[in-house]
Each structure stands twice: as C-alpha cells, then as structure tokens.
C-alpha cells in the first residue's frame, strides 16, 4: 500500500520538474542530490509507476508525473493559504471572509454596508458571491462561505441567525395608475394589477404565486425581467405595475417619478438576517464584518 507523501518531497518534485535536473533542484531546496533522488524514487516504487523521464534534454515527467505535479502545486497553495490565515489570529482583525448573500440582498444596501467595512478594516479581504437562497445556505453549512445573509423565509434551524435589515413590498405605479393615491393596499385588492414580474423563479415570485393560489387567482404577468432596475424602467415605461421592495427600487433613477404603495399584509414586511454555522468559533475578521454590518443596519 502506498505510503503518505509529505510536503517536503512534494516541494521537491516539483523543483526537479521545473529545473529539469536534480542537481539544480537540489541546489534551489538545499539538499543533497542524492536525498532528492531517493526521495524521488521511493514515491515511484510506493506507487508502482515512474514519475520522471530521463534523457539527454533534462528531466520532464511522465504522464503519471504530470498528475503529481499539479495535485502537488495544488497542496502547497492549500497550505500557503491555510498558514496565511492561521497567522491572521495572532493580528487580531486581519485576514479573509467569505460572504454569500441573496439577489434581493445585494440589491439593497450589503454593497455599501461591506464597502464601508472595507474603508475602516484596509487589512481584512472580503469576497462577495451572489446565489440564490437554497444556495446561499448550502454554501454556509458546507463552509465554503463564513457568512450567509437571505431573507428569513428558508428554514434556517441548522445556523446562527442574527436580525440584519428590513424591506418592505410595494405596489410600484406610475403617479396616474388608479391606486397611486392609497396609503397601502392589501395583496388581494392588487392580484389583477401585476403586469410586471421580478426575478421569476425567484424566492419572492414563488411566495407571490403561492399567496394568489391561497387566494384562488393567479398571477398572469405582461413581462418577467431578473433585475429591480429593469423592473423600474418598464413601470416609468407604462407597461404596468410590479411589486418590487421598496428600499431597492427607490434607489434607481427612474424612481423618482413612480409611486410606492405598500403592501399592508404583514408578509410584505420582510426581515434579512445573517447567519453562520452553529457551534464554530468566528475568527476575528468575521467578527469584526458582522458587528459592523449590524451597527450599519441600527443606524
């Protein structure tokens, strides 16, 4: 049976298959020669295949070499990543988090909320990914991401969940539009009105179908577009009326000239959380994200 491989050889097999001669390669990791070849040798002989073809232009590995080789650069980069954030405990608020936020999230006000993280924590990387909800909490649970934020309808029993931001859904006319005068409306009374879909197949879609089949109606849409600024765009354009959240909508040039009534049923009034995994200890930038995320939302 094949023995464990350790850093060390995998270092310098790949020198011998950059250099092509493993007296330059053992120059390069300061070693002797001979160590290198015997090192060499006993991967071949552990596994039953050669790694290394000899000949007059240098060294060059076989195919099961070439296998060798990328998997081991692979390794090494998982260890300078893995010792880089390791280190970052001991600097306190340095180092990388991993965001993945919903659609409806990253539209409102995340972006602004991270970019001002970044102005005041220079040393801390964060990379943002746009998923859909199922995705987003697939992505936390497995550890691919430190941080999910998504509206609070998925089941979240498995995670730590912290109250981030609210929105709330409303009716998106044009000032003529029969109902553009009204304080709030009661999803009932506008089933009929939306010509305008937003983002189908989406979390908010499905729970609008799903409240009109309670209602016995159904949606019947003029136009589906995946984003909140075309969305604005077709209502100051005439094609109708769309239900869209009001803190991310109002934000699109068009919207200056359209009116928000909001949607009195107490589902309209959504609450965004964050969560994390249970029972992991938050490393220090993590931590340091999620409290500044929260006085943003407080404020």
Known sequence: MAHDIDIVTLRLFIAVCEEGNIARAADREAIVASAVSRRIAAVEEDFGTPLLIRGRRGIKPTAAGETMLRQAREVLRAMDRLSAELSDFSSG????????????????HLAEDIGSFLESSQRVVVSTDERVSPDVVRAVLEGAAEIG???????LTNFEVVPYRRDRLCLVVRPGHPLASRKEVHFEEIVDQISIG???????????????ALLSRTLSYRVEVSGVDVAVR???????????????????????????????????????VIITRRATVQAPPTRLLIDHLLRRASS
């Open 93 to 108: 608020g340095h180092g990388p988090v991993r965001v993945v936020a919903s659609p409806a999230a990253l539209a409102e």
């Open 149 to 155: 934020i998504l509206w609070d309808a998925t089941d």
């Open 234 to 272: 077709f209502v100051a354009a005439g094609l109708g009326a769309g239900v869209m959240p009001r803190e991310a909508a109002s934000s699109h040039g068009k919207a200056s000239s359209l009116v928000f009534v909001p949607i009195a049923d107490r589902w309209a009034d959504r609450q965004f």
């Open 198 to 212: 937003l983002a189908p197949g989406g979390m908010m879609d499905t729970m609008l179908r799903r409240k009109a």
